[in-house]
């Protein structure tokens, strides 16, 4: 029996979809059975990000309305054996489909799939409640922006009360260069509001906006901090303990050579 | 003739013995009672041929002025759909709607005075955002308060935490009542009907704090 896990945030444009599909593909490099679904109806998004806009014939939608079988909506990426796309409708919206309804579909791909991870929409209404309906554990992602982690708070009370408890976080698109300078929040500020476990810390990486836009997922390159940082939860979520990056090997040489002559502050 | 109450809607008198009173619900026929009802038949059928087609398809939703008899009311009822033209849904007395009055509320408000002892509620965990708690006497939060969350207390507010979100004791008017925190950094902090916010500067708090009103401003000092 597979686990259904909800990415979510309240605030959009945090990385939920990029996290989904990143930690989707990592965990089938591990050798796991993933399948992807993205809840967003209406704005779908998680095709794109893993290449694989032109393959959809069928969509979510069409799944619940049994217009078609499972097989023949879920995608089989072919760089990645093992995952697997439920993609999202981009004519309806959100009421196309009921809590319900997701929670037979989740049930149904848990029995053949190791994991099942749902990318919820932003926001707090019929879109989150579909995505979290049939979720047995939330991951909430932010960035160390005052305003995500204000939303991130508001998800987590509510995922407390749809008795999805202890969601674990993930810190999105963090500079340390900014942290360091006082100019951004750290870690510890937010783990003090948010007050859950700490799952994964990505750093601000070029390279995922390069890799999004080719439609391959940044946890393919393991030399970028980025990647590895996905391929990090990925592992984390499959069982293994493994410390957290330092993302202070990030330093960019002119800095190194500052500190080298004791120029930096 | 009738009383010249109006009620809103327009008057045409067909002469001074039978009268049709528009109103938005429909049209009641005023008649004189001091006068036979033949009379009043004759003055109705006088005007059907100037003016029967004015009031083509009107409905008729009750009489003033003059009490029928039955006989009467299945006399003129006739007249009025078959000569008129007109739906007659009722020829009886018409009665306006009662207006709702409007109850004063009973002047039960007293202001919570518990605050030394008084009924008080107790929250334990952090209050995440978007929560609210409304007490009618002191709260006490076993947890944080953060940002997004308010609490609103009649009486005291007690926070075994950080103060991050917005907290309004005496929300019922009582000025003497406090808020304490062990981390003071509300987003707003209300007492009684006086506002006021954490400065913009400065690090924040160094350890717990009191916030209470002096001469109509809120003060807010060291507590331990």
Redesign the interface.
């Given at each position: 029996m597979g686990e259904v896990i909800v990415i979510t945030s309240g605030k959009g444009g945090v990385g939920k979809t990029t996290t989904t599909a990143n930690i989707g593909a990592g965990l089938a490099k591990l050798g796991k059975k993933v399948v992807v679904i993205d809840a967003d109806i209406g704005l779908r998004n998680l095709d794109v990000v893993l290449g694989l806009e032109n393959r959809i014939v069928y969509d979510i939608v069409d799944v619940v309305n049994e217009t078609c079988r499972m097989k023949q909506a879920l995608i089989k990426d072919k760089r990645f054996d093992g995952l697997f796309l439920l993609p999202a409708a981009q004519t309806k919206d959100k009421d196309s489909v009921t809590p319900e309804q997701m929670v037979s579909l989740t049930d149904s791909l848990k029995e053949t799939h190791d994991f099942v991870l749902v990318d919820c929409p932003a926001g707090i209404e019929r879109g989150f409640k579909n995505a979290i309906a049939g979720a047995d554990r939330a991951i909430v992602v932010t960035t160390p922006e005052i305003s995500a982690v204000r939303d991130a708070d508001r998800i987590i009370g509510l995922l407390e009360a749809a008795e999805l408890n202890d969601p674990t976080l993930i810190v999105n698109r963090i500079r340390i260069d900014m942290v360091k300078r006082g100019d951004m929040m750290n870690i510890e500020d937010m783990t003090d509001i948010l007050a859950i476990d700490l799952m994964g810390v990505v750093p601000d990486d070029e390279h995922v906006v390069i890799s999004t836009n080719r439609g391959e997922p940044a946890v393919n390159n393991g030399e970028t901090m980025s990647g590895q940082a996905f391929m990090n939860i990925s592992k984390r979520i499959a069982g293994e303990e493994i410390p957290f990056l330092d993302l202070d090997v990030q330093d960019r040489f002119m800095d190194r050579l500052k500190k080298l002559f004791n120029f930096s502050k | 003739m009738a009383s010249n109450r109006s009620l809103g809607g327009y008057r045409v008198g067909l002469n001074n013995l039978i009268e049709f009173k528009g109103t938005k619900k429909g049209i009641i026929i005023q008649m004189d009672e001091n006068v036979a009802f033949a009379a009043v038949v004759d003055a109705l059928n006088e005007k059907k041929d100037t003016s029967k087609n004015f009031f083509k398809g009107a409905k008729v939703i009750g009489t003033e002025g003059r009490s029928l008899l039955p006989k009467e009311e299945s006399i003129l009822a006739e007249i009025f759909s078959k000569e008129f033209g007109m739906l007659v849904t009722s020829m009886r007395p018409y009665v306006p709607p009662k207006r709702e009055e409007v109850k004063p509320k009973p002047v039960e408000n007293k202001m919570f005075d518990g605050l030394e002892e008084g009924i008080t509620k107790f929250v334990r965990g952090?209050l995440?955002?978007?929560?609210s708690i409304e007490f009618e006497g002191n709260v006490v939060v076993l947890g944080?308060i953060?940002?997004?969350a308010q609490v609103i207390a009649e009486g005291n507010i007690a926070v075994f935490g950080s103060l991050?979100g917005v907290a309004h004791a005496g929300a019922g008017g009582n000025e003497s009542a406090w808020v304490v925190a062990q981390r003071l950094q509300p987003t707003q902090l209300r007492i009684g009907s006086l506002i006021t916010r954490s400065p913009d500067d400065g690090d924040g708090p160094t350890g717990p704090e009191i916030a209470y009103v002096k001469d109509r401003n809120i003060m807010i000092e060291p507590y331990l």
């Open positions: - | 952090t995440r955002s978007g929560r944080d953060n940002p997004g991050r």
